[in-house]
């Protein structure tokens, strides 16, 4: 079947403009995960949900980040004012249900605030 | 400290020779992850463990439990086998913390 898949795949806009991120997990799977991955680094945490529920989102940066997953299946992680720091590739995963099943991650979106 | 830590950072071989990769950890874990990142930027889920080991192909992935501690090993390297691993450990609700990855490349 189809694996994640996330939209779009590049992004470039001006310092100020909003972005929105979409994901879309694969079929059935209730926990979907946001994660941020500057250029050399490792991923890191962003928010996660378990079907439309928001079960964490300490790993947002600040208020300029939001997620919401309305009807529990695609994801939008939404960066309001983007700022040149914002530039990273951000990537979505998701999992049967929680810790106990291994995550299947989409190919990213690279952001790149100019 | 970074809860989770891996070595080495860079990691050049010749084709045919066993490797490892090695993870260590501070905190609690549900599972831990060892992944695949590909020149292409793709990722890939290699082992989800808990505990012992876990084989597939040439790849095989054990841990300790008691002393925070996994390895990945690749028998009979190949150019192919080139990538970023990352070690990547979960907590209770399932989000993943990562470690930096280690860069391999191995040389025909």
């Known amino acids: 079947g189809a694996g994640v898949s996330q939209s779009p795949r590049y992004k470039v806009t001006k310092r100020g403009q909003d972005v929105a991120l979409r994901c879309d997990p694969i079929?059935?799977?209730?926990?979907l995960y946001w994660y941020r991955q500057a250029l050399g680094q490792g991923p890191e945490f962003l928010t996660y949900?378990?079907?439309?529920?928001?079960?964490?989102k300490s790993g947002l940066p600040n208020d300029r980040f939001s997620a919401e997953r309305p009807e529990g299946s695609i994801s939008t992680l939404t960066i309001q004012r983007t700022e040149q720091r914002d530039s990273a590739m951000y990537r979505c995963?998701?999992?049967?249900?929680?810790?106990?099943?291994?995550?299947?991650f989409g190919p990213g979106t690279r952001l790149t605030v100019t | 400290k970074n809860e989770v830590e891996q070595s080495p950072q860079n990691l050049t071989a010749q084709e045919e020779e066993f490797i490892t990769i090695n993870c260590s950890y501070s905190?609690?874990?549900?599972?831990l992850h060892w992944l695949q990142q590909h020149p292409g930027g793709g990722i890939v889920s290699l082992f989800m463990?808990?505990?012992g080991k876990k084989k597939h192909g040439r790849l095989i992935a054990t841990i300790n439990i008691q002393e925070k501690h996994s390895s990945l090993h690749i028998t009979a390297s190949h150019p192919r086998d080139s990538a970023v691993y990352i070690c990547?450990?979960?907590?209770?609700?399932?989000?993943?913390?990562f470690g930096k990855g280690t860069k391999l490349s191995v040389k025909p």
């Open positions: 995963a998701s999992s049967l249900s929680g810790a106990r099943y291994e995550q299947y």
């Open positions: 905190v609690g874990i549900s599972a």
């Open positions: 949900f378990n079907y439309e529920a928001q079960q964490d």
């Open positions: 990547a450990i979960g907590r209770s609700q399932g989000n993943l913390i």
């Open positions: 463990l808990s505990s």
């Open positions: 079929s059935g799977h209730v926990s």
